[in-house]
């Protein structure tokens, strides 16, 4: 018999081979604590069970036995069998069996990789259209939360937050002034230059300012304006209401008894409601605006005759389409702001995240919106 040490003058495990067999013994303490030793000492014996297929182990001697000390003994087991062989635990206590058992229980392979499907595969369609159904949820949810809120407002006008909402007021509104002026006034020169470029050709230069009234007075006005407000305001929302989520602000409101959609989101909401359609005036009379100079200095159109063109091309039913849409596509950016804000979770990533959604939600929104509009208003007459 040749018997080999393992763990030098505190003697782990040693092994010997007997008549083909290979027989360990175990001793002392098979905890985290001896892992070096133990590690080292396992790697040794299964080296040996390559040439001894048939392995016992006697754990008598074993006086401390934790997890990390079963699990070797499972690994061991594990890669004997793999190699063709068997390993044989004997002498070993019913608490340590147990744990022994515990650690064979647990399966360490590999889940297998899904068969590849069909690109828009039933599974993902169904997966999307409940995402979709989600997201409404959600939408429904805090509309609903923000009427309840509305309520308590109307009922209680001491309980609303004035100085909330008129700093909301100035952020949205009065500081977006500058931003909307300018890109709306692009727009305006831009859409009338390439009128009058096509137009010319068939002596249709009057016709474009008909085009350009009708354009951003009913289409063109509105949704640049949400557009622009959905890209800042509503990631600003979003952004606003997730850091306070992420540092738990919302939830200490709710445990002084606060009602975060009253606090918070109301004076948003209700704001972006009323300042959407002031901008979508403005940012329309600066496309218009825009549109007069191109007219002027690029076509040779006089301004008088621009003018009274316009007030013929453009009626009341015109300027009305445009303002009463506003309010509506307000409070939906509004909402899917908050609610998207509301969704943030602990990590930068997942606010990152959910500004974004924000943004494209309510710019889908917006147009989704849009086109309703144009329907009911062309049904109606207007």
Request: with cysteine.
């Amino acid at each position: 018999m040749a018997a080999a040490d393992l763990a030098g003058s505190d003697t782990l495990l040693t092994f010997a081979v007997s008549r083909g067999r290979l027989l360990a013994r175990a001793r002392g303490d098979w905890t985290c604590q001896n892992a070096r030793e133990l590690e080292a000492g396992l790697a040794r014996l299964a080296h040996a069970s390559r040439q001894s297929p048939r392995v016992s182990i006697d754990m008598s001697g074993v006086t401390a036995f934790d997890t990390f000390g079963a699990w070797l003994v499972e690994r061991l087991r594990r890669d004997i069998a793999a190699a063709g062989g068997k390993l044989a635990v004997a002498g070993i206590s019913a608490v340590n069996r147990a744990l022994l058992d515990e650690m064979a229980a647990v399966s360490h392979r590999e889940p297998p990789a899904p068969p590849a499907g069909p690109r828009f595969a039933l599974p993902d369609t169904v997966g999307a259209l409940a995402a979709l159904r989600g997201d409404a949820a959600a939408f429904l949810v805090m509309a609903g939360a923000l009427v309840e809120a509305s309520a308590r407002a109307i009922r209680r006008p001491r309980s609303f937050r004035l100085t909330s909402t008129v700093h909301q007021f100035d952020r949205v509104a009065w500081q977006a002034v500058p931003i909307i002026l300018m890109i709306t006034f692009l727009i305006g020169a831009i859409i009338a230059q390439q009128g009058f470029f096509q137009f010319r050709r068939f002596g249709a230069d009057l016709y474009v300012v008909n085009m350009i009234g009708f354009l951003i007075m009913r289409e063109i006005g509105v949704l640049l304006v949400a557009i622009m407000v959905a890209g800042r305001t509503g990631s600003s929302y979003t952004a606003e209401l997730g850091s306070m989520k992420m540092r738990e602000e919302i939830d200490a409101l709710k445990t002084m008894g606060f009602d975060p959609v009253e606090i918070l989101i109301l004076p948003r909401v209700l704001v972006i409601v009323l300042a959407l359609p002031a901008l979508t005036f403005i940012g329309s009379m600066a496309a218009l605006f825009g549109a007069g100079l191109v007219a002027v200095f690029y076509a040779g159109m006089s301004p008088d005759l621009y003018i009274s063109q316009l007030r013929e091309a453009i009626s009341l039913d015109h300027f009305k389409v445009g303002l009463i849409k506003a309010p509506f596509i307000g409070a939906v950016i509004g909402i899917i702001a908050c609610a998207e804000g509301l969704k943030v979770r602990g990590s930068a990533a997942s606010l990152g995240e959910h500004t974004t959604t924000s943004v494209v939600k309510s710019i889908f929104m917006i147009i989704v919106l849009d086109g309703l509009f144009a329907l009911f208003f062309s049904g109606i007459g207007m």
